[in-house]
């Protein structure tokens, strides 16, 4: 069965500070994604990733796959990076994805 | 962009009642999913269709049933609406090849709420 587990269930950050959340996943993948929801909004998805690393702005997602694990970094945080961000992989699935439960992120001003 | 629009943000139903959910996507994607949020646990998949006329049953399809006529379209369907179904509704749609799946896309979501 695939089993994915996020890390913290909850982060709180001043504003300014590095920010790692993590994702280790149980079934080999084809490919890991973090998606984040504001609250109160829907889910956009940040990366899809099958190897090594990915950056967009100030967020950056990596991956090891022999360990089955994954990071999302936020560098600089803002309070509008307040968000749940979740991992999901898809097992092996060619349509399902299975998702964590998601961190909630809190950035203080 | 790909967009994947649900048509209702908010919606209040009475218990008993017939709902219906409509998720519609401009990208020609294959599958189609419906998923619910609900806090400590997560994003539980429904059903999901992989083709125009095809369905799957997810991890939690009782009390629920889905209609995918066109490609484009994909409704969930409460046949008998009861309150443990007040919950936040997900559509999302992605197309794969043999090994991966890619472009998934989220809806904004519909928050139900069942008295």
């Known amino acids: 069965k695939n089993e994915v587990e996020q890390s913290p269930q909850n982060l709180t950050a001043q504003e300014g500070e590095f920010i790692t959340i993590n994702c280790s996943y149980s079934?080999?993948?084809?490919?890991l994604h973090w998606l984040q929801q504001h609250p109160g909004g829907g889910i956009v998805s940040l990366f899809m990733l099958s190897s090594g690393k990915k950056k967009h702005g100030r967020l950056i997602a990596t991956i090891n796959i022999q360990e089955k694990h994954s990071s999302l970094h936020i560098t600089a945080s803002h309070p509008r990076d307040s968000a749940v961000y979740i991992c999901a992989n898809s097992g092996g699935s060619n349509y399902k994805l299975t998702f964590g439960k998601g961190t909630l992120l809190t950035v203080n001003p | 962009d790909v967009k994947v629009t649900q048509s209702s943000r908010y919606l209040v139903k009475r218990t008993g009642e017939k709902v219906f959910l409509e998720c519609v996507q401009d990208?020609?994607?294959?599958?189609m999913f419906w998923y619910r949020q609900d806090p400590g646990l997560g994003l539980r998949l429904i059903y999901f269709?992989?083709?125009?006329?095809?369905?799957e049953k997810g991890d939690i399809p009782e009390g629920y049933s889905v209609s995918r006529e066109k490609k484009e379209r994909f409704s969930l369907i409460l046949e008998s609406a009861s309150t443990n179904q007040t919950s936040m509704y997900l559509c999302?749609?992605?197309?794969?090849?043999?090994?991966?799946?890619?472009?998934?896309?989220f809806g904004s979501g519909t928050r139900l709420t069942v008295v």
């Open positions: 079934v080999g993948i084809s490919a």
């Open positions: 999302a749609s992605s197309f794969a090849t043999m090994d991966r799946v890619f472009g998934y896309t």
């Open positions: 990208m020609d994607h294959e599958n």
């Open positions: 269709s992989y083709d125009v006329k095809m369905k």
